[in-house]
């Protein structure tokens, strides 16, 4: 069983709130990645990290950001959350030896 | 064209039925490749992965044609609880969105 771990599970918060994301895992991986999920759609990279220092932006345009100062910690952070941030996060990690990868349970984003 | 393409579905089968799904890629370079089942509002979680010599896990098959570039899973005697999405994932070795890429994704539902 994977050791990824993402908090809050659920999150209710108002417009213009700053918000972290965070995400663990014990596993020891390089790559980290955050993706954004609305119900019944696809999974849309937002952003990934081959490691301590390296962060990169994925595929769909995000006003988030990530750091990787830990090698398990990869925390995101909306600056100022709008209701189009309203979404499912999802974090995930993936070694290199076997190249699965492993999912947290993710966050219900919800911005009223 | 897309990189990962899968028929979306849905799939609706009585139970006791065989389905087959279908994902090609476009991707020369693809490495690895996997399927992950998700459930509605869960995250995704590693089905299987995918052989080159084709791979079964009790009812399910997985199989990888590299010539005509596709994969397939199939499902047989499926059982109410198999009703799920269905992700097919290529992993690309060099590839500038972090390597993995997800198609949309299948959805079957089993019906009594």
């Known amino acids: 069983e994977a050791d990824i771990y993402q908090t809050p599970r659920y999150l209710v918060i108002g417009t213009g709130k700053k918000i972290t994301l965070e995400c663990s895992q014990t596993?020891?991986?390089?790559?980290m990645y955050w993706y954004q999920q609305d119900p019944g759609m696809e999974l849309h990279l937002i952003h990934y990290?081959?490691?301590?220092?390296?962060?990169e932006k994925g595929d769909l345009s995000s006003e988030s950001t990530v750091s990787r100062i830990r090698t398990e910690h990869f925390p995101l952070t909306l600056e100022s959350a709008r209701p189009s941030h309203t979404s499912q996060y999802l974090c995930a990690s993936q070694g290199i030896m076997n190249e699965k990868l492993f999912f947290g349970s993710g966050t219900q984003l919800s911005v009223l | 064209r897309k990189e990962v393409e899968q028929d979306p579905g849905p799939f609706n089968v009585p139970e006791g039925a065989t389905v087959a799904f279908n994902c090609t890629y476009s991707n020369s370079a693809s490495q690895s490749f996997f399927w992950y089942r998700q459930d509605c509002r869960k995250e995704p979680k590693l089905l299987m992965s995918?052989?080159?010599s084709g791979n079964e896990d009790g009812r399910f098959t997985a199989q990888l044609n590299r010539a005509s570039q596709y994969i397939s899973l199939l499902i047989r005697d499926s059982k109410l609880s198999d009703s799920a999405t269905y992700l097919c994932?290529?992993?690309?070795?060099?590839?500038?969105?972090?390597?993995?890429?997800f198609g949309k994704g299948t959805k079957l539902s089993v019906k009594p």
């Open positions: 990290s081959y490691g301590v220092n390296s962060t």
């Open positions: 995918v052989y080159s």
């Open positions: 994932v290529v992993n690309i070795y060099g590839g500038s969105q972090g390597n993995l890429i």
């Open positions: 596993m020891g991986h390089d790559k």
